[in-house]
Nanobody
Framework: QVQLVESGGGLVHPGGPQRLSCAAS?????????????LGWYRQAPGNQRELVAA???????NYTDSVKDRFTISRVNAKTMVYLQMNNLKPEDTTVYYC?????????WGEGTEVTVSA
């Protein structure tokens, strides 16, 4: 089965940068998903609805939700089954737990997420 592990979160001051990483299991399932599927970063604060903030196709085409456009950049390295989210000019409202998954998401793939806290 596909297993995803997010990392790179932490405490960041407003305006600062942070880079999140997502590693997929290096078995046939993870390698296949990272080769042919759209991938994305989601965020979900406790009690809030899950939101897709960035997505990337196997060909590198990207899409962002309006609140992170021009600040976040999603990228992928299929050979390493890795997907990244470079976050710049972070704002307090970006504070939440971030998850990676395919797009659309598969409920069996959710990892533990990585928490980003933006505070002075």
């Amino acid at each position: 089965q596909v297993q995803l592990v997010e990392s790179g979160g932490g405490l960041v001051h407003p305006g600062g940068p942070q880079r999140l990483s997502c590693a997929a299991s290096r078995n046939i399932f993870g390698i296949t998903v990272f080769s042919i599927k759209d991938l994305g970063w989601y965020r979900q604060a406790p009690g809030n609805q899950r939101e897709l903030v960035a997505a990337i196709s196997p060909d590198g085409s990207t899409n962002y939700t309006d609140s992170v456009k021009d600040r976040f950049t999603i990228s992928r390295v299929n050979a390493k089954t890795m997907v990244y989210l470079q976050m710049n000019n972070l704002k307090p409202e970006d504070t939440t737990v971030y998850y990676c998954n395919k797009v659309p998401y598969n409920d069996r793939y959710w990892g533990e997420g990585t928490e980003v806290t933006v505070s002075a």
